[in-house]
């Protein structure tokens, strides 16, 4: 018996969305994203985002197509709302908890954000894509961003390709993993167009002071101890967040649904290295405190630390004809620059917390 046709497809008067969703917009990476689907696609980028201590307007460009939907992904009415209000082209989503320390000290909000803010997500796309016509179907992808960390940690050779298996170790990346297999879910047993990225860690512009390398710059400007985990060799891969920026919106318009696309930097560098190399730039920039590297002090490392994380990056190469532009060095050199330049941002985002250690507890 042929398929009876979608009450939708009937309807020529349907419009066609042309909105670009961003879940956690006003974040780092999610700032990125909008000012990367500004440039690269029509319409209104619609963000939402509940604006946690992690997100802000100052993030968001100033700019007339940029709507901010203030609300909580894991509100499923907000949501619903959302996607009837702005009924987007594509979805990238990028709202959660996204700090490995916090997690330590509060796990539970990573499982209500990351998990139930997922789920209620991909349902909401799921009922907004049955509205739609074949065209604006053919057309929908659902990005979920997700982390490298999901597998876990590696030994001092070998690198994560989309065949390794998860073993998250946090309750981040446990998080991030459960979101990672709804979003697979909702791709085999909906058939919504779910594309799934895991990235290394990402660097740049507008990433919060809690974070290791503006964490570091802070504390080295303000001539504090720069704490170093355990010996600082734990190994991380970096990658500039605008080239991350790039692949996401290239997975949203190019992607395979059902695919999964691994970014990473090709560089690999010690937490020692990162912060020696901030100490030299910041000793070009402010001679007069050099050397930071005098600031540097090993402090007991976080629990259940991964020693070494690093991607092989084939399938974005491959599958979107993804490469990064800059090298460790010169992002790094930007940034240290832009965190100079910005100390209004700096000083809002820094808040009550200051520039405390977090995430040391928590052994049963
Ligand atoms: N930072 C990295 O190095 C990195 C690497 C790989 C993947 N990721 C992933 O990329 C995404 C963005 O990371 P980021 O570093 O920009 O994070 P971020 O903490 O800077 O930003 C998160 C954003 O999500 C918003 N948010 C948090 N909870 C929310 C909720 N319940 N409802 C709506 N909005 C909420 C916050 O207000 C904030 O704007 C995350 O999913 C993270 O797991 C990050």
């Given at each position: 018996m042929p398929h009876a046709a979608r009450p939708d497809a009937l309807r020529p008067d349907v419009p066609r969305p042309t909105s670009t969703l961003v879940t956690g917009g006003a974040g780092f990476i999610g700032s990125a994203v909008v000012r990367e689907a500004l440039a690269r696609t029509d319409g209104p980028v619609v963000v939402l985002d509940a604006l946690t201590y992690a997100g802000s307007r100052d993030n968001l460009p100033d700019d007339p197509r940029v709507v901010l939907v203030e609300a909580d992904v894991a509100d499923a009415d907000a949501v619903a709302h959302a996607f009837t209000a702005h009924p987007p082209a594509r979805v990238l989503h990028l709202a959660a908890e996204s700090h490995v320390d916090r997690s330590i000290d509060g796990p539970m909000a990573f499982v209500q954000t990351n998990l139930v803010g997922t789920a209620v997500l991909l349902d909401a796309a799921r009922a907004h894509l049955a509205a739609q016509g074949d065209e604006a179907r053919a057309a929908f992808r659902f990005v979920h961003v997700s982390t490298d960390e999901v597998f876990g940690s590696l030994g001092d050779e070998g690198a994560f390709d989309t065949a390794t298996p998860y073993d998250p170790r946090s309750p981040y990346s446990a998080s991030k993993a459960g979101s990672d297999h709804l979003?697979?879910?909702?791709?085999?047993?909906?058939?919504l167009p779910v594309v799934v990225t895991n990235c290394s860690n990402n660097y740049g512009p507008r990433q919060h002071p809690e974070k290791l390398i503006p964490h570091m710059i802070l504390r080295a400007l303000a001539a504090e101890p720069l704490p170093v985990y355990g010996r600082g060799l734990n190994v991380r891969d970096w990658l500039h967040v605008d080239d991350h920026a790039r692949g996401l919106v290239d997975a949203a318009l190019a992607g395979t649904p059902g695919a999964t696309y691994l970014f990473g930097g090709s560089a690999e560098r010690t937490n020692l290295d990162v912060v020696r190399t901030l100490c030299m730039l910041l000793d070009d920039r402010r001679p007069d405190a050099a050397p930071h590297e005098d600031l540097i002090a090993f402090v007991t490392d976080r629990p259940g630390h991964d020693h070494r994380y690093a991607i092989d990056a084939?399938?974005?190469?491959?599958?979107?004809?993804?490469?990064?532009?800059?090298?460790?060095?010169?992002?790094?050199?930007?940034?240290?620059?832009?965190?100079?330049?910005?100390?209004d941002w700096v000083r809002r985002r820094v808040g009550a917390d200051g520039l405390r250690r977090i995430g040391t507890g928590g052994r049963a």
């Open positions: 979003a697979r879910a909702w791709g085999h047993t909906f058939g084939a399938s974005a190469k491959n599958g979107l004809g993804w490469a990064p532009t800059r090298t460790f060095e010169e992002g790094l050199a930007e940034t240290v620059d832009w965190y100079l330049g910005h100390a």
